[in-house]
């Protein structure tokens, strides 16, 4: 598997705290993408961040990416009961470079008010 | 935003019957792919598509696999014949580019083979 540590996790926390997922993999990657997927869809893109890129932010989301780890993470800020999804990361694939994504398994985030 | 539509949303056929998934990408992407995800487990790549031909496939994506997308239509996935084991959310997906681009998924299709 490409994600050697992350296993599927449940996390639950209150409304207005501050949350962080992490992700780990094994091979090199020149970016990493972070999806939220809502029961009954399909993921939709939070962040993208890139290589050169050890911090990114958008709104209340803040993603880092460590090259040197193989690792990285999307905190949320002061979250909010929409916030409840699960959270996937996903590197592309090198090989080929194609745009192939390799998913993790995934972090379920439950907000409660 | 861009949105990419999957028809049917859920479908459920008997073992050894041929389905065809469909997807209509958002207008302006070149880039195709699907994905395959079985109930809490990850998403897994099958196989990306671009100017009529695929670029990669996985090992998922088994001979009775096949994708097309005549005349700019429908992107297709068809499985001919099905197995059990085929049963899943399959998820199209569609880019501008390919690499570090934004890939836009579709809601999915339920496919439940019995």
């Known amino acids: 598997s490409q994600w050697g540590e992350e296993n599927l996790q449940a996390l639950s926390i209150q409304e207005g705290e501050d949350v962080t997922m992490n992700c780990s993999y094994k091979t090199y990657t020149t970016v990493v993408h972070w999806y939220r997927q809502d029961s009954g869809r399909g993921p939709a893109l939070i962040i993208l961040?890139?290589?050169?890129?050890r911090e990114k932010r958008s709104g209340r989301l803040r993603a880092t990416l460590d090259t040197s780890s193989q690792s990285s993470s999307l905190s949320i800020t002061a979250a909010q009961c929409e916030d409840t999804a699960v959270y996937f990361c996903a590197t592309e694939s090198i090989t080929g470079n194609t745009g192939k994504l390799i998913f993790g398994l995934g972090t379920t985030l439950q907000v409660q008010p | 935003g861009p949105k990419v539509l999957q028809i049917p949303s859920h479908q459920i056929i008997d073992m050894g019957q041929m389905v065809t998934l469909n997807c209509d990408p958002v207008?302006?992407?070149?880039?195709f792919y699907w994905y395959k995800q079985i109930l809490g487990q990850q998403m897994e790549f099958l196989v990306n598509f671009y100017n009529g031909k695929v670029m990669e496939k996985s090992k998922l994506f088994k001979d009775q696999f096949s994708v097309e997308r005549p005349d700019g239509s429908y992107f297709t996935l068809k499985i001919q014949p099905t197995a059990l084991e085929d049963s899943a959310v399959y998820f199209c997906?569609?880019?501008?580019?390919?690499?570090?681009?934004?890939?836009?998924f579709g809601p999915g299709t339920r496919l439940t083979v019995l």
């Open positions: 207008s302006n992407h070149l880039y």
């Open positions: 961040i890139r290589s050169n890129e």
């Open positions: 997906a569609s880019s501008l580019a390919h690499i570090s681009y934004e890939q836009y």
